[in-house]
């Protein structure tokens, strides 16, 4: 039997693996690429259980920049997804976010505004008064100074972006195979310079050999880098959301409205309310059940906020995992330092679908040794190994 050699093997097939997997392609169609997912369903992947929201708000102008990009893509994503003559349809909804800031946030919030102001984003400052005029039925603004408003941010259906990917890429010719990746193979050993990795083993028995590996597995990331002698600070933490439909029925769209405790909530189609908040008792580990009971603890800051809301029927949630980055919450990208060939596209907390299209170029222009079009070096793993966080007041 021959041996199974490709110039790339992309280990998770979400939206960080679907998207290199294109870039890939699009830069150079001769590629032998492949995507290893363990389940094409996608049943318990982060991208199809996440929010899906996509913002300029964050206070590190990478993740801002990282931010402008998705837009752009996601403007174009049903032409340039489209095979032949088949578009994916995305449903981008670009309803505005709007964080509110008490007195402990403001400087921060202004200092980001500023920023992203600077950058050329759409972002306003708002007043207690707009915010009241804008949003009468925000009653309580106890505590709250201003607010900062993104009306080009916003929502899409994130399964249909991943399947445009997958679409587009499986048609120039990348593979992509339904296994478990149990153990990374390397050459050499880890205090030699010719540390490098090899190949993957999967849990159905076969060996792939590449001396490109990219590891996109999300949630998992940690576990499977155990494999190679690799720590990695990303755990998986579960998350819940919860979708209600309320008796009061607004105007028209109510904007992703964060608070300051980091409770959030957005209309969706349907005449539905999705809200959500992490929780420090959020529990670490791969626990997907959701607990209606966690419902209570959400209505009573939703009805307090908006009195409107009291009256409400609890219709359905869901449980994921954000791969949160213990170190600083933030994207960890690149080569890691100590094995030569191995990429890293992990710990993107909660807003790693919106970086979806920047990670996937990047990770592409770092394999084929191209000048990045936007310098994401800050997100460097070498700050792992080295324990140097960077800062993003932009969490949520
Ligand atoms: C409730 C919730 C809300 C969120 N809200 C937002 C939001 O509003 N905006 C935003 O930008 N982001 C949000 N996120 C975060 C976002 O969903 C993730 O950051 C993003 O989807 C990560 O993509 P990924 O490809 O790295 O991971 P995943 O989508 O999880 O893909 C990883 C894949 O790897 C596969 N895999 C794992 N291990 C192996 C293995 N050993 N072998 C083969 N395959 C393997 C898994 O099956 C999985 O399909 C949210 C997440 C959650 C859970």
Redesign the pocket.
């Known amino acids: 039997m021959k041996p199974k050699k490709f110039d790339v093997i992309i280990?998770?097939?979400?939206?960080?693996?679907s998207s290199t997997a294109y870039h890939l392609m699009m830069a150079d169609p001769s590629l032998k690429v492949i995507v290893?997912?363990?389940?094409l369903g996608?049943e318990?992947?982060?991208?199809?259980?996440?929010?899906?929201?996509?913002r300029i708000q964050f206070s590190l102008k990478e993740n801002v920049q990282i931010s402008q990009y998705a837009f752009k893509i996601l403007e174009n994503f049903e032409d340039e997804m489209a095979v032949d003559g088949v578009k994916p349809a995305i449903f981008y909804r670009r309803e505005g976010n709007l964080f509110l800031h008490d007195k402990k946030a403001e400087s921060a919030a202004q200092k980001a505004f500023h920023m992203q102001k600077n950058l050329g984003c759409a972002i306003e400052w708002w007043s207690l008064e707009k915010i009241r005029q804008r949003y009468p039925i925000y009653e309580n603004l106890d505590g709250i100074v201003g607010a900062t408003f993104g009306p080009e941010d916003g929502?899409f259906d994130?399964y249909a972006v991943l399947m445009g990917y997958k679409a587009r890429a499986k048609s120039m010719g990348v593979q992509f195979l339904q296994?478990?990746?149990?153990e990374l193979l390397t050459n050499g050993k880890k205090d030699q310079t010719m540390h490098a990795i090899g190949g993957v083993k999967t849990i159905l028995g076969e060996t792939f050999f590449s001396s490109h590996i990219v590891n996109?597995?999300?949630?998992?990331a940690a576990r499977?880098v155990k494999t190679a002698g690799i720590e990695l600070p990303v755990n998986p933490v579960k998350?819940?959301?919860f979708a209600v439909i309320p008796k009061f029925k607004p105007d028209g769209p109510l904007p992703l409205t964060v608070l300051p405790s980091g409770f959030y909530f957005r209309t969706e189609t349907g005449g539905l309310l999705l809200l959500?908040k992490s929780m420090e008792e959020d529990p670490i580990g791969f626990d997907f059940t959701w607990e209606e009971d966690r419902f209570e603890l959400l209505w009573g800051e939703l009805y307090d906020f908006a009195p409107v809301f009291e009256s409400l029927k609890l219709i359905k949630g869901?449980?994921?995992?954000?791969?949160v980055n213990t170190l600083d919450a933030n994207a960890i990208l690149g080569e890691w330092p100590e094995l030569k060939g191995f990429y890293l596209?992990?710990g993107?907390?909660?807003?790693?679908?919106?970086?979806?299209p920047a990670v996937g170029r990047y990770m592409m222009e770092l394999i084929l040794k191209k000048k990045p079009v936007l310098d994401l070096s800050i997100f460097s793993p070498e700050r792992v190994l080295l324990k140097k966080p960077i800062f993003e007041d932009g969490i949520v």
């Open positions: 280990i998770g097939g979400g939206i960080m693996g290893i997912e363990k389940d996608y318990k992947a982060s991208t199809t259980l996440s929010m899906v929201n996509a929502h994130a296994d478990e990746v149990v996109c597995t999300g949630a998992w499977l998350r819940q959301v959500g869901w449980a994921g995992l954000y791969a596209a992990n993107f907390s909660g807003h790693g679908l919106q970086q979806g």
